[in-house]
């Protein structure tokens, strides 16, 4: 068995993202990568840019497309296997900016509104047999923003609720996750193409959706690696 080199949190152009979808396939498929998750953001109906302008304007994925989404990515996750033998693991991350969390929900097959409370977001996930990351939970050095500080400030809560907190996202490495023993992974947050260079997950199972959510789960053969280019195979 190989480790799988793996990115479980990539953003396209169906929410704030740069690049389309299967420019994103082909970036990380030619680059050599086993599995990806695509978890463009679903707003909380709360949330403002800061222009002042509502949720329902933003780049997001509204309840109303996310069938359409769905079935975007399955037919993404299609041509990337054909392709690349690449894994495409369909998400979102569930980005509530009122209350100040952002959760990667991922293999889920019903759409949940970020307007939940984080223990309903991640029960509605589990009954989807879906898979839960706390995103970037302590301050992001390249924007020093806290996106996640509710996640961060109520930790021992939410300890093990999550089946899995970012020790790495995109530059930043948060070592508290790590020292906390908190199952992890690392991910790039991907917007644009310079955001391929960055922290990844490595992961040592077979190269199916379910191996990867009970490696991931399990998470005694995980590690991290930073991507800097070129072809990995
Ligand atoms: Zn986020
Ligand atoms: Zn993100």
């Given amino acids: 068995m190989q480790w799988l080199y793996c990115d479980f949190h990539i953003h396209t152009t169906w929410s704030d993202g740069a690049c389309s979808l299967d420019r994103v396939v082909e970036l990380y498929g030619e680059a050599g990568f086993d599995v990806i ?14 222009s002042g302008r509502p949720a329902s304007m933003l780049g997001a994925v509204r309840r109303e497309e996310f069938a359409a989404y769905q079935e975007a990515l399955w037919a993404a996750a299609r041509k990337s296997w ?9 998400g979102v991350e569930l980005t509530n900016n009122t209350s100040r969390y952002h959760i990667l ?9 970020p307007d939940h409370d984080v223990e309903t977001i991640i029960a509605k996930t589990r009954q989807q047999q879906g898979l839960t990351v706390a995103c970037h939970p302590c301050v992001r050095n390249h924007s020093g923003e806290e996106p996640s500080v509710h996640l961060w400030n109520n930790h021992e809560r939410y300890a093990s609720m999550f089946d899995a907190w ?5 530059d930043d490495l948060y070592s508290v996750v790590g020292l906390k023993k908190f199952n992890y992974i690392a991910n790039s947050d991907f917007h644009e193409e310079r955001h391929l260079l960055s922290w990844k997950t490595l992961l040592r199972c077979d190269k199916n959706t379910e191996a990867v959510k009970e490696a991931i789960r399990t998470n005694d053969r995980v590690s991290l690696f930073l991507y800097r280019g070129g072809k990995i195979r």
Avoid: C, F, Q
């Fill in 37 to 50: 998750a695509i978890t463009d953001h679903v707003l909380d109906t709360e949330s403002v840019t800061r």
């Fill in 105 to 113: 929900s991922l293999d889920i097959k019903e759409y949940i509104s």
């Fill in 82 to 90: 054909e392709k690349y033998g690449m894994l495409l693991i369909p």
């Fill in 166 to 170: 970012e020790v790495a996202n995109r």
